[in-house]
């Protein structure tokens, strides 16, 4: 069973900066990509940004310049570092992980969601 726990978000005002993190437990070989998405009221889950076990990096346009997505492979966690902050932004942070359970078997998994809140 793998588990990823996400910490952080909450309510910060726009222009503001917030982080939230994701640390994976459990028993598996590896994980490879790590990411974040979020889905805010009434839309579809999107895909915030994504980064490779080596450390490429990916982002939706809407956040780039102003996210940074990070991981620390020792700690098993992935990081999203949220500066200029938009209302828009204000959606369910969902951390996501590819996880090789064997040397055949890959398997996606999902956090709970963090809420993120950006509002005057």
């Known amino acids: 069973q793998v588990q990823l726990v996400e910490s952080g978000g909450g309510l910060v005002q726009p222009g503001g900066s917030l982080s939230v993190s994701c640390a994976a437990s459990?028993?598996?070989?590896?994980?490879?990509?790590m990411g974040w998405y979020r889905q805010a009221p009434g839309k579809e889950r999107e895909l915030v940004a994504t980064?490779?076990?080596?450390?490429?990096?990916n982002y939706a346009d809407s956040v780039k310049g102003r996210f940074t997505i990070s991981r620390d492979n020792a700690k098993k966690t992935v990081y999203l570092q949220m500066n200029s902050l938009k209302p828009e932004d204000t959606a369910v942070y969902y951390c996501n992980a590819e996880v090789s359970l064997s040397t055949v078997f890959v398997k996606g998994y999902w956090g709970q969601g963090t809420q993120v809140t950006v509002s005057s």
């Open positions: 459990g028993i598996f070989l590896r994980i490879n990509a």
């Open positions: 980064i490779t076990s080596g450390g490429s990096t």
